[in-house]
């Protein structure tokens, strides 16, 4: 039972255009969500968060959005660089729990 | 300003033997996460530790898998008499507290291969 889904498992994009990387979760009770990019060999980094009270968070070139009604999330990375060339992983959890709720990741290619 | 810190990075066992994975947390942070990656899957929830504490094992296999976070040195998971199946990528994370809202920060992992 997989409560949170990213379907897409590779995503490729021009240098300077926006990637879109899409995340669907099934259970309401998930208060909080976070994006986090992994490079080979190494442990996932956290990039951005956001809490089921807001609808958008915005740092920089990342801006997470959130659909409560839809159960939907996307992460926004606008222009985005031959470095953003990872997978990302998104991750939901209950307050006041501790385990993350991780999707099985896309991998975004940047291409130059 | 370390961050979370495991070794050893890449680790080769047989089938039977025992693996000893190690975690040192951010220091100051004194709750610690294991995740488990199969190939082409997300990170699965292990166990939840604190201090001399495990607070929620309920992601760990019930037999072979234990993990501890004494009062002094790393978090270890260990593993006993290994099989292939426990190929795989484990991931320690930690935070500083519990709150409502806490992120947690991973470390690079350790990459466990068993022949």
């Known amino acids: 039972d997989q409560q949170v889904k990213q379907n897409s498992p590779s995503l490729s994009v021009q240098e300077g255009r926006i990637s879109i990387l899409n995340c669907d979760y099934t259970?309401?009770?998930?208060?909080?969500f976070l994006w986090y990019k992994k490079y080979p060999a190494e442990g996932p980094t956290f990039l951005i968060s956001?809490?089921?009270?807001?609808d958008k968070n915005e740092d920089g070139r990342f801006t997470v959005f959130l659909n409560k009604s839809a159960k939907h999330l996307s992460l926004h990375i606008v222009p985005s660089q031959p470095g953003d060339s990872a997978v990302y992983f998104c991750?939901?959890?209950?307050?006041?729990?501790?385990?993350?709720?991780f999707g099985t990741g896309t991998r975004l290619k940047v291409l130059a | 300003n370390a961050g979370v810190m495991q070794n050893p990075r890449h680790l080769v066992r047989r089938r039977g033997q025992e693996a000893r994975l190690r975690c040192s947390p951010v220091k100051g942070h004194s709750h610690v996460y294991w995740y488990r990656q199969l190939p082409e899957e997300g990170l699965k929830f292990m166990v939840y530790?604190?201090?001399?504490?495990?607070?929620?094992e309920s992601g760990m296999p019930k037999e072979r898998f234990s993990a501890e976070f004494p009062k002094e040195g790393p978090s270890i998971l260990r593993i006993q008499q290994v099989v292939r199946g426990d190929s795989a990528a484990y991931f320690c994370a930690s935070s500083p507290r519990i709150r409502d809202q806490e992120t947690q920060y991973f470390g690079p992992g350790t990459r466990l291969l068993v022949l």
């Open positions: 530790l604190q201090k001399e504490n495990i607070i929620d």
């Open positions: 956001i809490s089921s009270i807001k």
């Open positions: 991750a939901a959890f209950t307050s006041g729990t501790y385990k993350y709720i």
């Open positions: 259970n309401s009770m998930f208060d909080y």
